[in-house]
């Protein structure tokens, strides 16, 4: 099937002169201006290939044919090429900005034309088959999603599940009682907290659910278990990075926990600049009946740390975001200026520190 593609120009001659160079490979249409382009685009809009428009046309120019179009949402849909005598940097710029595809400037060359079009329809035809793979990309994540959701719920209901959770929760419980056992005994001992807050959250079933797809396990309670190291997580925010490296090391070698995995980020961030101290604990908990060991994730940052991880984590799942390429670059920058803050201000406060003992002696 030939496309279609509709040619617009008040100058006859023009209109012809395209005809002829095109009619053995596109069905073309004729417009002598502007009202007429708007008419046959009513008619054909959903198979145009191509628009060949003129700027200088009676009753509506080129540019508000354009205006027309985009108020229309037609733009998105069907390529526009200037055909002009034109040729100022600064007429095609405006055009470039209004959103159209190319020019073809007179007087035509029917190698230039033809290949001009050839190009924009093979390009339109792309555009179209990568929008509708989006689409259907789209629509079997919204029906895994539903999947999901459907699963999620029946999982809820399951005793085994809800126990899972409830000893993850202790698991939690027994985390924040050691770091605010540490935090109690650092402001008796050195009249100062070693962290400014702790955070907690247990995953959803929906993020379970998701993750275990992901990963490509079944859907059990017990690869929940078994795969998912981050279903209980507990975030540690400290003033100074020399503090999340102690409370670590003191965390760790308490002899009831074992440490299952740790990953620094923040002696080597991850390339958007990201931050953060991961540890993976064995803690354990006592139940009625036994005691049993939980993974529980913990994150340790500082405050300029954190507020950066907050910023970033909005970006990231925050769609159709303006400029998301000049963000991430200055997000990058901004954790290499953290960096050097939290340096800085830990260096004054051992300054700070030290003018005190002295004092003290």
Known sequence: MQSRILVADD????????????????????????EQVIRKLEMYQNDTEALLLDLHMPKMSGYN??????????????????????????????????GVLDFIHKPFDASVVKNRIRNTVELSAHKNLLEQEVERQTR???????????????????????NLMMQYRCAIMEVETKLKVLN??????????????ISSRLKSPESIFEKLLRKGFPITVKNVEKHLADVAGV???????????????LICSQDD??????????????SNGYRSLHLILDIPIFLSNEKKYMKV????????MDFWASLEHKLKYKKDVKNAEDIVAQLKACADSIELLDYQMQEIRDKIDNDRDENFK
Not at 235 to 249: K, M, N, Q
């Open 297 to 304: 994730e913990i994150q340790f940052r500082t405050i300029a």
């Open 11 to 34: 100058a006859e001659v023009n209109r012809e002169i395209l005809r002829d160079m095109l009619e053995d490979d596109y069905i073309i249409e004729m417009a002598e201006d502007g």
């Open 235 to 249: 975030r540690v925010i400290c003033s100074f990075p020399d503090d999340i490296y102690h409370l670590a090391e």
């Open 65 to 98: 044919v354009i205006a027309e179009m985009k108020r229309r949402g037609w733009m998105d849909k069907i390529p526009v090429l200037i055909i002009s005598g034109e040729g100022t940097a600064e007429v095609e710029k405006q055009c470039f900005e209004l």
């Open 257 to 270: 926990i074992v440490v299952l995995e740790e990953k620094d980020y923040i002696k080597d961030p991850k």
């Open 184 to 197: 109690e005994e650092f402001s008796q001992e050195y009249n100062r907290n070693p962290f400014e807050a």
């Open 140 to 162: 079997a994540l919204k029906k895994q999603e539903q999947i999901i959701e459907i699963q999620a719920e029946q999982l809820k209901k399951e005793k085994s599940f809800n």
